[in-house]
């Protein structure tokens, strides 16, 4: 079970068809061979022995005919009417040699052999007696040659008419032998055929059972993990361990959400450090908007107060590097963001087309299935061909029975001597009617074996609807993974929203820097210049404002994307 498990899923319908063809071609081979079997003794029965039994009765006929213009010979003394009756009985003994010769060359067993060397030895005494009571006739001793024909003709004509039953015996004999064998065949092959068709029904029908939950069963439950993860969840975990295109699947989307899952920690992590940044950010603008506030004020009083604005302004100055300093670690932080989310929508792009490829080969699980629809119609038309042959069988009892009433009426037509041909007659009609009632019973077995073949084509459908949901799951996860890539998108582009606040807050930094550097060397070098150093420290309180506003929208934008990051779970 294991290696079938590991194998994939062309080669599990592959399997299947196999088996269902193994099995086909099982069961034709059985009944074409038993019915071929029946049909060559059915041959043999009707080309030896009732051909034999027929010729027996022809044998028989023309017998008597020659007996009776042998009796006519000696009742009438016409010359004439002596002369044509002879030329007559000599042209039926030329037919029942002939008839002689063409039985001879019929198979004959051992003892019908030594039965026609009986029958020649009588017919050369017939012959001969014959022979003297044509003379005793043309001599116009009838009465004398009617003794003859009394005391030595007769006890001849007995035992010829003896050896023919004999004959006659034997070759029923044979006849109920070939239909024994017949009703073997039939019985052999109507228990075959039954026991192969119920063993095949119900090995396919559990192979195609244990194949179709070994493709969708994994497939579901697929499914239900990455709808799990569409929810946030990547802590979800596949659990299929085999080698086939459904564990590729699996072990690609463990890879997939393992990489989520340590992105999002990743994320996160960032995510409060962004957020620290910017709250240190936020103060640090503030501080520095009150000490441009307190150089505002002091700038009216400069001639008294130039050393404390200088101390003022080298106190903002330090303020603003250490407020640059953390920009620059924000901006550092939102790229490496932004590079490692282009690497998750990468990999997710990757578990997307592996979907595509298993609804590809799902697509080729379909096509397959209706192979094997093709191959059980395929069984269903060779059902029909083996019950015209069947048919066929039938044909040849019906003109059997009606040889055997032919032979019944030649017999009839022979008196008491066509007695032992009239039963055999009869006995030739019931192995006809024997045969007949096996043709029905094979045709009805070919109907059992049609209804189970109708059985495995539904079942086949079944899988073929079954292999359609498969397609549809696939579907669905597909949906899964599109929503899974656009949040994922969605996060890049707030990434490098934050990416280009912190750059712009980083150059309005700088101009801060080189503003309160300004008005340090104004502060230091002379009070003189304190019209300038009040432009200056309004200009820097305008950017300090401006820092102050940029460094609330990065706050508020690290907010979100914590909120955003809530609600994976990892």
């Not at 029923?172 to 119920?198: F, G, M, W, Y």
């Not at 040889?403 to 006995?427: D, H, P, T």
């Amino acid at each position: 079970m294991s290696i079938l498990r590991n194998l994939k899923f062309r080669s599990k319908l592959l399997v299947l068809n196999i088996a269902a063809l193994a099995f086909i071609v099982v069961i034709g081979s059985v009944g074409y061979v038993q019915v071929q079997n029946m049909a060559a003794n059915s041959a043999t029965m009707y080309s030896n022995s009732l051909h034999k039994v027929s010729s027996i009765n022809q044998i028989l006929t023309n017998f008597n005919r020659y007996m009776g213009d042998v009796l006519q010979l000696m009742l009438n003394e016409d010359p004439a009417r002596n002369n044509s009756l002879k030329q007559h009985y000599e042209e039926t003994f030329a037919t029942i040699s002939a008839s002689l010769t063409r039985y001879t060359q019929l198979p004959l067993s051992a003892e019908e052999k030594q039965i026609f060397v009986g029958i020649t030895e009588t017919r050369k005494q017939i012959r001969s007696t014959l022979g003297e009571i044509t003379t005793l006739t043309t001599q116009n001793k009838n009465a004398e040659a009617y003794n003859m024909y009394v005391t030595r003709i007769e006890p001849l004509k007995k035992t010829l008419e003896g050896y023919y039953t004999q004959l006659a015996d034997i070759a029923t004999a044979e006849a109920k032998v070939k239909n024994d064998e017949n009703e073997q065949a039939r019985q052999l092959a109507q228990t075959v055929t039954i026991v192969c068709a119920v063993v095949a029904a119900i090995i396919l029908l559990l192979l195609s059972y244990i194949i179709t939950r070994m493709i969708t069963v994994p497939i579901r439950s697929l499914q239900q993990m990455m709808e799990k993860a569409a929810d946030g969840d990547f802590t979800v975990k596949g659990n299929y361990p085999y080698r086939d295109e459904t564990g590729q699947l699996t072990h690609s989307f463990d890879s997939m959400v393992g990489s989520l899952n340590e992105l999002v920690k990743q994320i996160s992590g960032n995510a409060v450090t962004l957020a620290a940044s910017s709250e240190q950010l936020l103060a640090s603008s503030e501080q520095s908007a009150t000490a441009t506030e307190h150089i505002s004020n002091q700038v009216q009083d400069i001639n008294d107060g130039t050393e404390k604005q200088a101390q003022g302004a080298v106190e903002m100055n330090r303020t603003m590097e250490e407020m640059n300093t953390g920009i620059q670690r924000i901006a550092e932080s939102a790229t490496e963001l932004a590079a490692e989310s282009q690497d998750s929508e990468e990999k997710v792009t990757r578990g997307y087309k592996q979907l595509e490829k298993s609804n590809q080969q799902m697509e080729q699980i379909y096509q397959s299935i209706g192979a094997l629809a093709v191959v059980v119609q395929s069984l269903n038309k060779k059902s029909v061909s083996i019950g015209e042959i069947t048919n066929t069988i039938k044909n040849i009892a019906d003109q059997t029975s009606l040889l055997s009433l032919n032979a019944a009426i030649e017999a009839a037509r022979a008196g008491e001597e066509g007695k032992g041909f009239a039963v055999v007659a009869a006995e030739v009609k019931k192995l006809a009617v024997q045969t007949q009632v096996s043709s029905q019973n094979v045709s009805s077995l070919i109907s059992e074996i049609q209804t189970e073949t109708q059985n495995v084509l539904q079942n086949v459908e079944v899988s073929q609807s079954q292999a359609q949901e498969g397609k549809e799951a696939i579907a669905e996860v597909s949906s899964v993974f599109d929503s899974v890539m656009q949040s994922i998108r969605n996060l890049s582009v707030q990434l490098h929203e934050v990416s280009a606040v912190t750059e712009e807050m980083s150059a309005s930094s700088e101009e801060v820097l080189a503003s309160v550097g300004a008005s340090a060397e104004i502060a230091v070098h002379s009070k003189d210049m304190s019209q300038s150093v009040a432009a200056a420290t309004e200009e820097q309180l305008a950017s300090v404002q401006e820092v102050t506003s940029s460094a609330a929208y990065l706050s508020n934008l690290a907010v979100e994307l914590q909120s955003s990051i809530e609600r994976f779970k990892v």
